[in-house]
């Protein structure tokens, strides 16, 4: 969400005087002060909403009063909370709810959950990694570290800055919000190929001739797999290096999601798996059981960070996966003062 909500404020930000939510503060404290900070001088704000209960988001849109809204997709977040996937669609349908007949909303057409939120009688933008808001998108390029780029409407073509697949959606989202708002696509391509991304969502950094993308922000079942399976495409690298933690709030699904990681790791062109924490074992089992991939487990941070520290070369690449709260953000200052 926040990486989409800051595209989607950059590409505004061409013809809007802005408030937009700064950071994560999304929830039932975080949107209040953020709209504590609108004053007359505003023309537009772009505001996240998260949640973890049946009924946050209903919550979230009274007091925000929200005229349009975007859902960027439905996936196993907070199931520790929701219990199922299909209460994750009810209480992310609480926006589309909320806008009625004369909101504007933004849907993901690739999202089977996302389309069933919407009925005929509601004004609908579509956006698709193939189309948006009527116009065709494609994708054009790719560059050695999976940076994608696109072409909107067979005449823009867009180099985007941040590695995976899921930026194009990410950037389709932003890109209909634009559009729908009279921004040319002229300005739309100059706020999407300046957007640097965010700290902890598939940010780059180089230590010593080795390369760490840190993703480590938050991590669920889907962004697990588009990180890991970034990372696998990179052609340059000299070895392709996975430390994953564990993915929090799943729930009783915690168990299968972590299994699957070990698959996806296992299945794709992943040399070595350095794992951290208690759910984690069962993606150490999995990957011991049916994979040739040099697979590690820790439980202790520090004996994680030295053991990487001493089998990083130059010219790997590491990605760094896990929840926010298992803090895999910390391994960054040891690999720098390591080498």
């Excluded at 009688?121 to 940076?147: H, P, Q, Y």
Aim: with cysteine; hydrophobic share 40%.
């Amino acid at each position: 969400k926040t990486t989409t909500k800051n595209m989607i404020a950059t590409i505004l930000a061409k013809r809007y005087f802005l408030l937009k939510t700064e950071g994560n503060l999304n929830n039932q404290l975080g949107l209040p002060l953020t709209l504590l900070h609108l004053d007359e001088s505003h023309t537009a704000a772009v505001l996240e909403m998260g949640a973890s209960h049946a009924g946050d988001i209903a919550y979230l849109c009274e007091i925000a009063e929200p005229t349009e809204g975007l859902i960027t997709n439905v996936g196993h977040a907070h199931l520790e909370y929701f219990k199922s996937i299909e209460n994750v669609q009810k209480v992310k349908g609480e926006l589309f709810s909320y806008l009625g007949d004369a909101g504007t909303r933004y849907v993901n057409s690739d999202d089977s959950r996302v389309m069933a939120l919407v009925t005929n009688a509601v004004r609908c933008v579509n956006f698709s990694e193939t189309s948006v808001a009527g116009m065709s998108l494609e994708i054009s390029g790719k560059d050695e570290w999976g940076c994608f780029s696109i072409l909107l409407d067979n005449k823009t073509d867009i180099q985007l800055k941040v590695s995976g697949s899921i930026m194009v959606q990410n950037a389709a989202a932003a890109i209909a919000v634009g559009l729908t708002h009279q921004i040319s696509q002229d300005d739309i391509k100059s706020a999407l190929e300046n957007y640097p991304g965010e700290k902890g969502r598939m940010q780059r950094i180089d230590i010593h001739g080795f390369h760490v993308i840190h993703d480590a922000y938050n991590a669920n079942p889907e962004s697990s797999r588009q990180s890991i399976t970034t990372v696998a495409k990179l052609s340059f690298p000299k070895r392709r290096i996975v430390v994953f933690a564990d993915m929090l709030e799943l729930g009783e699904s915690s168990s299968a999601e972590h299994a699957e990681i070990g698959k996806i790791i296992a299945d794709n062109a992943i040399n070595a798996a350095f794992l951290y924490g208690p759910e984690t074992v069962v993606t150490a089992n999995f990957l011991r059981k049916n994979a040739s991939v040099f697979t590690q487990h820790f439980n202790d941070k520090n004996a994680l960070g030295d053991a990487l520290a001493h089998f990083l070369m130059p010219g790997d690449v590491v990605l760094l996966k896990g929840s926010r709260s298992m803090g895999l953000e910390t391994l960054i200052p040891v690999l720098e003062g390591h080498f």
